[in-house]
Each structure stands twice: as structure tokens, then as C-alpha cells.
Nanobody, 125 residues
Framework: QVQLVESGGGLVQAGGSLRLSCAASGRTFGWYRVGWFRQAPGKEREFVAA????????SYADFVKGRFTISRDYAKNTVYLQMNSLKPEDTAVYYC??????????????????WGQGTQVTVSS
């Protein structure tokens, strides 16, 4: 079992920044990948970014490239999502998820086994 807790969400003006954290407990070994997804009201959940837990390689959705950065801290079992140049369309609940099975479905939510409860990000215009 893996428990994930997101934090760092909030209200920010357009152009501002936030850093989300995803802290893990429980089984904190043997991970393949950690991803961030988001879901806006009335929309399906969508992929934002992912990081390979061992290699550190990263993947991003096109709409966040150049603005968001995903990173990890082994010692703290924590993954971060630094979000810069935020836009109103970035408003959503942001979720982190971990892949412990290695299905290599980087941008698909069915490629992840455990999910956090989400943190709300609201960007005002």
C-alpha cells in the first residue's frame, strides 16, 4: 500500500507560481513512475507530467511544457510540481499517482496504481 498526500494548492493570479508537493508513505520502494494529473470541473482527468523514479527522466503534456517542472526527492519520498506562468485554464484539482507495476502507460491514468486525494489550484484572471 502507498499513501499519497498532495499539498501546495491555492488561489493565485494569472502569471503567478505554485509548487505542489506529493508526499508518500507506506511502500516507498520499487516504484516505476510518479505522475501528476488534473481534473477541471466538467472535464475528464488529464495527464500533466511524470517522472521515472529511478532514472529521473520526465514527460510533460504539451500544454505545460516550458511552464511546469516535475522533480523528486528520494530522501523525503516526495515529488514536486513547480508551476510557473499559471493561466486560468490551469484551474483544476491536481492529483499525484504512483506506478508500482511498471505498465509504462505514462500519460494514462490506468497506468498508475495509487492516487492521492488531490489539491485544488485556482488561477484568477
Amino acid at each position: 500500500q502507498v499513501q499519497l498526500v498532495e499539498s501546495g494548492g491555492g488561489l493565485v493570479q494569472a502569471g503567478g507560481s505554485l509548487r505542489l508537493s506529493c508526499a508518500a508513505s507506506g511502500r516507498t520502494f520499487g516504484w516505476y513512475r510518479v505522475g501528476w494529473f488534473r481534473q477541471a470541473p466538467g472535464k475528464e482527468r488529464e495527464f500533466v507530467a511524470a517522472i521515472d523514479w529511478s532514472a529521473g527522466s520526465t514527460s510533460y503534456a504539451d500544454f505545460v511544457k516550458g511552464r511546469f517542472t516535475i522533480s523528486r526527492d528520494y530522501a523525503k519520498n516526495t515529488v514536486y510540481l513547480q508551476m510557473n506562468s499559471l493561466k486560468p485554464e490551469d484551474t483544476a484539482v491536481y492529483y499525484c499517482a504512483v506506478d508500482i507495476t511498471g505498465r509504462n502507460l505514462v500519460s494514462r491514468d490506468r497506468g498508475y496504481d495509487y492516487w492521492g486525494q488531490g489539491t485544488q489550484v485556482t488561477v484568477s484572471s
